[in-house]
């Protein structure tokens, strides 16, 4: 299933989108989209057989705002320089174990919200990441299969970074990673049996209509599986809690001079093979 929120931000409803294309409206079945539905085997099941049974009433599309799809998130866990590709034109080694900070969970936005580059920012970078939505608890895993069978399902992160803030001005990533509207998210929360191998997705993300990411998670250090398991280990995991799992090349900061970070003005588009596409225009902030 395809399940989304739409609306208002802060007034989202809940939706599926149809395998014609059609958007339906949940509102009548479930409260939301959110950790409580998705660790509700039964509340899946009746939207299922909703679906299958075309019950579900028709929602116009045309100009109706597409919400982060999981309401209540309760942490976003990120990895940082879990590809290949993107570790060596960072000019880092390849990670021994995962590298693991957070994101607050307000820093995420709808696929298509504005992005506002921070005050005082001259180096606001860009990164596709496949998220793994978490749908049951999680402590202590001992196998992969069993890190793949807490997962709910995956969508679209916009992993947004101020690198000057980030790696120039001490302490942690925190810094440049936190800034409001830091990680769109969406468009569509796509449940783990759509989706058979997450190591077989690709990534692209345009900036002005230059392709700038074009990847797979193929080239990922430390798979989904693996990720989920070792986070499990240091913090418990929770249904609606959000994993990002790591940008491919082609970031701002690993570009020549004059690197080519971002400006209010611009637009930044990114997609994920079988999750979506999401488009944000910045904005100061």
């Known amino acids: 299933m395809k399940l ?27 409260a939301d989209i959110d950790g409580a539905l998705l660790a509700d085997a039964a509340a899946l099941g009746r939207v299922r057989a909703a679906a299958d049974a075309g019950e579900l009433p028709a929602l116009d599309a045309n100009g109706l705002r597409i919400g982060p799809p999981l309401g209540r998130i309760g942490k976003v866990v990120c990895i940082g320089l879990n590809f290949h590709d993107h570790a060596r034109e960072a000019g880092a080694e390849p990670p021994a174990e995962p590298v693991v900070f957070l994101k607050a969970a307000d820093t995420v936005v709808g696929p298509n919200d504005t992005v506002l580059v921070p005050r005082g920012s001259v180096k606001t970078d860009w990164e596709v990441e496949l998220a793994v939505v978490i749908g049951r608890t999680a402590r202590y895993l001992e196998t992969d299969e069993d890190a793949l069978a807490h997962v709910a399902g995956y969508t679209i992160a916009h ?40 190591q077989d997705l690709s990534l692209r993300l345009w900036v002005n209509g230059e392709l ?49 970070y971002l400006r209010s003005g611009d637009v930044v588009e990114l997609e994920i093979e079988g999750l979506g596409r999401q488009r944000q225009q910045l904005k100061e902030a």
């Not at 989304?4 to 479930?30: H, M, Q």
């Not at 000057?164 to 783990?192: H, M, S, Y």
């Not at 418990?236 to 701002?252: E, M, S």
């Open 159 to 198: 992993d947004v970074s101020e690198r000057e803030f980030q790696i120039e001005r001490g302490g942690t990533w925190d810094k440049g990673k936190n800034c409001e509207t830091f990680n769109p998210l969406g468009p569509w929360l796509v449940t783990a049996d759509e989706v058979p191998d997450p």
């Open 4 to 30: 989304l929120r739409v609306g208002t931000a802060g007034a989202e409803r809940p939706a599926l989108l149809d395998g014609d294309g059609t958007l339906r409206d949940l509102s009548g079945v479930v």
């Open 212 to 260: 700038r990411q074009d990847g797979s998670t193929a080239q990922q250090i430390f798979p989904v599986a693996e990720v989920v398991r070792y986070v499990s280990r240091f913090m418990t995991l929770y249904p609606g809690d959000v994993i990002n799992t790591g940008t491919p090349a082609g970031v701002a900061m690993g570009q020549p001079e004059p690197k080519p």
